[in-house]
């Protein structure tokens, strides 16, 4: 494992990607910055942190025989990563809420952003951008619903030490991913899933509200939603959104 600390960059996911493009990296290598001016979250959505109080890095991982049809157990693994490092934190009512964002309650503590590269039909690499809200106790108006280690705990952690213990919480459940142990890795997932078979209110992307309930997650990484006519829709990403 190899770990590169820089003061301050637009985005660690970004600096991981052009390394990769331009050297012979590492497999495992983790890029952490104190200060993130230009996060990045899903779908080109900003990440905003303050310096030196949070955990912002990106992970580079090499795979050499998972399939792309496979890569929703990538995202299933790195997300219980996080989950199970703030349940040992004792962070209360965690749930990871589709696809990969973490809460406590209902506000954000972590966001995660995975980047895969493919080849022919098999994942040749990722970079997994991970932003979790640690020491920051005061968020933007915008982010009104954003928490923290702090905040929930009453505690300051130190962010190299709990930067260690989420790389080796990442290493156990990725190895999980690469010794295709989906269905434990599928209940887990779903075991800590936001709203699985609770009956909610959502928004398409057309901005029709429905009420329908989480049933799990398609073959290809979608949300499954049971629909009052007791039909399942299946939405991606940004199709679909919690009213």
Same mark, same amino acid.
């Given at each position: 494992?190899?770990?590169?600390?820089?003061?301050?960059?637009? /985005?660690?996911?970004?600096?991981?990607?052009?390394?990769?493009?331009?050297?012979?990296?590492?497999?495992?290598?983790?890029?952490?910055?104190?200060?993130?001016?230009?996060? $990045?979250?899903?779908?080109?959505?900003?990440?905003?942190?303050?310096? #030196?109080?949070?955990?912002?890095?990106?992970?580079?991982? $090499?795979?050499?025989?998972?399939?792309?049809?496979?890569?929703?157990?990538?995202?299933?693994?790195?997300?219980?990563?996080?989950?199970?490092?703030?349940?040992?934190?004792?962070?209360?009512?965690?749930?990871?809420?589709?696809?990969?964002?973490?809460?406590?309650?209902?506000?954000?503590?972590?966001?995660?952003?995975?980047?895969?590269?493919?080849?022919?039909?098999?994942? &040749?690499?990722?970079?997994?951008?991970?932003?979790? #809200?640690?020491?920051?106790?005061?968020?933007?108006?915008?982010?009104? /619903?954003?928490?923290?280690?702090?905040?929930?705990?009453?505690?300051?952690?130190?962010?190299?030490?709990?930067?260690?213990?989420?790389?080796?919480?990442?290493?156990?459940?990725?190895?999980?991913?690469?010794?295709?142990?989906?269905?434990?890795?599928?209940?887990?997932?779903?075991?800590?899933?936001?709203?699985?078979?609770?009956?909610?209110?959502?928004?398409?992307?057309?901005?029709?509200?429905?009420?329908?309930?989480?049933?799990?997650?398609?073959?290809?990484?979608?949300?499954?939603?049971?629909?009052?006519?007791? /039909?399942? &829709?299946?939405?991606?990403?940004?199709?679909? /959104?919690?009213?």
């Amino acid at each position: 494992m190899k770990i590169i600390k820089l003061s301050a960059i637009d /985005s660690t996911n970004s600096f991981l990607k052009n390394l990769a493009q331009n050297s012979s990296l590492e497999n495992f290598t983790a890029v952490v910055t104190k200060h993130q001016t230009n996060g $990045r979250g899903q779908q080109e959505s900003g990440w905003v942190t303050d310096p #030196n109080k949070n955990l912002t890095f990106s992970l580079f991982l $090499r795979f050499k025989d998972i399939k792309i049809e496979q890569k929703k157990y990538l995202n299933f693994a790195v997300s219980l990563a996080v989950y199970n490092l703030l349940f040992d934190k004792n962070v209360p009512k965690l749930s990871i809420k589709w696809p990969n964002d973490i809460l406590s309650v209902n506000s954000k503590i972590c966001g995660i952003l995975i980047e895969n590269t493919f080849s022919g039909d098999r994942i &040749k690499n990722t970079i997994i951008g991970i932003g979790l #809200n640690v020491n920051q106790e005061i968020f933007p108006q915008f982010n009104r /619903s954003a928490t923290s280690l702090k905040l929930k705990t009453n505690k300051e952690y130190n962010l190299d030490l709990l930067l260690d213990e989420l790389l080796k919480e990442i290493e156990k459940t990725v190895n999980l991913f690469k010794s295709k142990k989906f269905d434990q890795l599928d209940k887990m997932y779903l075991d800590a899933l936001y709203k699985k078979n609770i009956p909610t209110m959502f928004k398409d992307s057309k901005d029709k509200v429905f009420m329908g309930m989480i049933s799990g997650i398609s073959k290809n990484g979608n949300l499954l939603i049971i629909l009052e006519d007791d /039909s399942i &829709k299946e939405f991606g990403i940004k199709e679909v /959104s919690f009213l």
